[in-house]
């Protein structure tokens, strides 16, 4: 037996056809790649592994990827105008059929270049029903869904960071859904992805921002129907 | 608050409720809204519903393989027609919500994308037939997404997993119980008219030609809506399901598992392994 949640997964989600992992997915997906790369995007390459290979065209993918990108919601009527949109936005971007090897079949890879010129990779898969999970940010492992107030940090691998970066959401009244803490070798570079249950304020990325060994935040907020 | 059809007529009988309020119920108790807010959120569902149906034209779907059915449809004179004119503004609306959703437009997907056609169909033919507004339509919404939770727990709503009898089957069933409801039936007699609307398509495969949400679908949203209608009245006429609703679930689960990859959304067997059907897909996939 399955535990289904609410009524509104099954009455829902409001979305733009034909396809909720297709489309809507595809769109979420971007959408979070956009917020995960925190600067304005001159190009995207989208990688497109399995099934999205053959039916990202019927499937109106390549508009819900363009549109997800340039900050559209999956319900948003918009959707299917990305490619005059992008071309107004002057934005620059490719579709690549790519075997991303041993993944989910509705794997998306994105190599997003922000107009700094920095870039920034990250791989999720639509899962079904306009859910998605988001695997790897620039090569290093993440399992999120993007439902939830996601906040992530870059930092150095030192004791003590963790705690700091709690005691600033304890501060404000937020509550800690899930952590999740990787690096890229002991003492280097760590990465923490902190599910939240509200909105963090500009104060408190602010915050977080001014941490010592805190190198970078980004903060995900879902879209709300 | 209820895992099945059983559990769910047990608290409408034991609390003379009907199920879309028991609906209402278990959602407060699941999620912690409140009622006002999933009423609201309800009723954004209904309004995009009617919103899909609403261009009869349509635009042009990414696939091309389907369009101006609604409007083909619309200029039949519905109470000349063999199926009169219900059925045929059913089937109008149902076809229209499938181009729409094939066109990249906005619908609400109840319970999947490619079955969105069905339960708008039914229920706002339903609703103009027996005189009743929105905020009927809005508790049928409700009565619906009860009947649907109870196939996720048990089943599957997914054609990838369990074919069209699961998909469109489910959409069907829903509406089902939804129309029996609007029409002042029992909670028995809805689940009834579930049950039989799910056993009329059980075994019904998903084979869209080149895997896109075209073809056979949109027909298959006009026959899921009509068959909604069918169900409805055969309960409210007192015949009833000889099995009862949990079963035929659990018998739709077990055929859907049974289905050999190649009839769940694949692409590769039914309708799309035709050789119309695949040269088709070459055309639009080259």
């Not at chain 1, 509705?106 to 990250?122: A, L, M, P, Q």
């Not at chain 2, 959602?27 to 569902?45: H, P, V, Y």
């Not at chain 2, 919404?141 to 649907?148: D, E, Q, S, Y």
């Not at chain 2, 039914?270 to 897909?281: D, K, N, S, Y």
């Amino acid at each position: 037996m399955k535990k289904v949640n609410s009524i509104f997964d099954v009455i829902g989600p409001i979305m733009v056809g034909p396809s909720s992992s297709h489309t809507a997915g595809a769109a979420k997906l971007a959408r979070i790649a956009r917020s995960l790369c925190g600067e304005e995007i001159k190009k995207v390459t989208f990688q497109l592994h399995g099934s999205f290979q053959t039916t990202y065209k019927g499937h109106g993918t390549d508009r819900a990827l363009l549109a997800g990108i340039l900050g559209l919601s999956p319900s948003d009527p918009g959707l299917v105008n990305a490619y005059e949109l992008a071309k107004e936005a002057g934005l620059e971007y490719e579709f690549v059929k790519k075997d991303l090897g041993p993944v989910h079949p509705n794997t998306i890879k994105f190599i997003i270049t922000g107009v700094s010129g920095n870039i920034t990779e990250i791989v999720g898969a639509s899962i079904g029903g306009g859910e998605v999970l988001i695997s790897s940010l620039n090569g290093i492992s993440v399992n999120f869904s993007g439902n939830s107030y996601t906040v992530i940090s870059i930092q150095d691998d030192t004791p003590g960071i963790v705690s700091e970066i709690s005691r600033v959401f304890a501060k404000s009244g937020i509550n800690m859904a899930t952590i999740t803490l990787s690096r890229s070798a002991r003492g280097k570079e760590g990465t923490m992805i902190t599910e939240i249950d509200s909105a963090p304020s500009e104060q408190d990325l602010a915050r977080l921002r001014a941490l010592p060994h805190v190198k970078k935040i980004i903060c995900y907020m879902p879209v709300n129907e | 608050m209820f895992n099945n059809g059983n559990e769910l007529l047990k608290l409408c009988q034991e609390t003379k409720l009907p199920i879309w309020e028991i609906a209402v119920l278990d959602e407060m108790e699941s999620t912690g809204a409140d009622r006002d807010d999933i009423l609201d959120k309800t009723a954004q569902a209904w309004e995009t519903m009617k919103g899909s149906f609403a261009d009869i034209e349509g635009r042009p779907t990414m696939g091309g393989l389907i369009g101006g059915e609604a409007k083909k449809l619309s200029l039949m004179d519905g109470e000349k027609t063999l199926l009169g004119s219900a059925a045929n503004t059913a089937m109008q609306r149902a076809m229209a919500c499938s181009q729409h959703n094939a066109a990249m437009g906005r619908i609400c997907a109840a319970p999947t994308a490619g079955s969105c056609g069905i339960m708008p169909a039914a229920l706002s033919t339903a609703a103009e037939r027996l005189g009743l507004g929105d905020e009927e339509a809005i508790h049928a919404v409700l009565t619906a997404g009860a009947i649907g939770k109870i196939i996720v727990t048990n089943a599957t709503v997914s054609g990838a997993e369990g074919g069209c009898q699961a998909e469109c089957g489910s959409a069907s069933a829903m509406a089902a119980a939804a129309l029996v409801e609007m029409a002042g039936g029992s909670p028995r007699q809805a689940l009834d008219a579930a049950a039989i609307a799910l056993k009329n398509i059980m075994g019904l495969i998903c084979d869209p030609i080149a895997g896109l949400v075209e073809s056979p679908c949109a027909k298959r949203n006009a026959s899921g809506a009509v068959n909604a209608m069918l169900s409805a009245a055969l309960a409210l006429a007192g015949i009833e399901s000889i099995v009862p609703f949990d079963e035929v679930v659990e018998a739709m689960y077990d055929v859907g598992l049974e289905m050999n990859s190649r009839f769940r959304e694949t692409a590769k067997g039914g309708i799309a392994a035709t050789p119309t059907g695949q040269a088709l897909a070459e055309r639009i996939l080259k």
